[in-house]
């Protein structure tokens, strides 16, 4: 570098020397920079309460997933780095001292046999509802048990609302009602736009504000494209706890669904949410007729169960969670020696746990012989549901079997069960 350096001042013109390092030189560099930055990726460990993650990757170190996982925002450990040819390598040398590997990255996705093996978790999904035809109506194809709270508490507020654009009452929502809602709801993991990136990316929205007393109290930016009205953020004034009680974040949804519907719009696509099945806003969302889709507009995870170690497996009975194999979408309800249900109860929670979806799956997964001899009771539960529905018995597998029996459930259907003796069931 030296000797470049050197040859570079004494044969190079000082005249153009400047001109070549503003317009040549330091951007080159900065390519580079990137080009490195995306080949030689970071590794991360934490262990902690018997469970040892490691985590592969600049976008792998996700705050609500650790947070699931130990039940706190842990720091994870660098432990070195990796290049994107020595992944496969690297994650068989972890795989025999972890508990699970996550690997999340922005350009490069695993390949090949190795790919196989893990599971692969969007970093959100969508929900998406269909409305009733404009002459329909609207509050009597919602109203139902799940919602009937919801709409009397609206009624109750007298919400009013309104369809805005003015910039100074965008600015207002930001600072006075995202902001502090997105902090109060997420704590130390929010991640909230800076002003002048979200005005440039939010200005050309409606805003759709929730007034009580002619006082605006909530609201949400809406966009519409062609028949799909799209709900994208929303927030509360000064996250007010009795704001919330009083049911404006309802009033957000209802009053969106409702101005979509007077538009003549097919569809409203709900925020999205993360990918866990009691994840409150996606649980929330579900009230709506919400039915889940794929949402591609983040990178996902890669997840590979490497053992079946105790603290896996109730971390996995606690967080069931959607997954998305060969571009479907599957539902897996793991149910272990942490999971203690009678037959009432399971069924509810079953039921709870169940979603509708486009190209959407349920999987219940047996990591027990207590909960595999009661294989018949959960296939009774499991006829009453609308959607596709497998029980798996892994009570004498490892959960390293888990992604590639997943992949295989064609193979499954048509004759070649005997290769997998853990399948018990399918139905769809």
Known sequence: MILIKKAFNQYVPAKLQQPLRRFFIRPLKGIIR???????????????????????????CDSYLINLIYGEYLKPIRIGTVPIWSLSRVMRHWQEKADVIIFRHRRFRPQGAFARRMLIMPY??????????????LLAFFYNSTTRRDLKRIRDSEFKYEI??????????????????IQ???????????????RLAY??????LIHKAGLP???????????????????VLNADKELLKAGTIAACYWFSIAEAHRRGCATVSMQCARPFLKDGVLVYKKKWRGRIVADHREHELWLLPCGNRPPMHRFLEENPFICEQDDRLVSLIFLGS??????????????????QGDRLSTWVVLLDSEWAARTETIKNIMRE?????????LSHGSLAELPELISNWQDLRHGSSSEFPELAYSRS
């Open 164 to 181: 805005t654009q003015d910039p100074a009452q965008l600015d207002f929502f930001y600072h006075q009602m995202l902001r502090p809602f």
């Open 203 to 208: 200005e050309k929205m409606e805003l759709l």
């Open 385 to 393: 549901l609308p959607q596709p529905s497998h029980i798996l018995d």
């Open 184 to 198: 109060y709801r997420h704590r130390d993991a929010a991640d909230i736009l800076p002003w002048d990136a979200f």
């Open 338 to 355: 942490h999971t203690v249900l009678s037959d009432k109860e399971l069924s509810s929670y079953l039921r709870d746990c169940h979603f």
């Open 34 to 60: 990137l080009v490195i930055k995306d080949i030689w990726l970071p590794i991360y460990r934490i262990e902690q309460s018997g469970l040892t993650a490691i985590l592969i990757g600049h976008q792998a």
């Open 124 to 137: 959100y999904v969508a929900q998406s509802i269909d409305l009733p035809p404009p002459d329909a109506d």
């Open 217 to 235: 109290v909530a609201g949400n930016l809406n966009l519409q494209t062609n028949d799909c009205y799209t709900l994208h953020v929303l927030g």
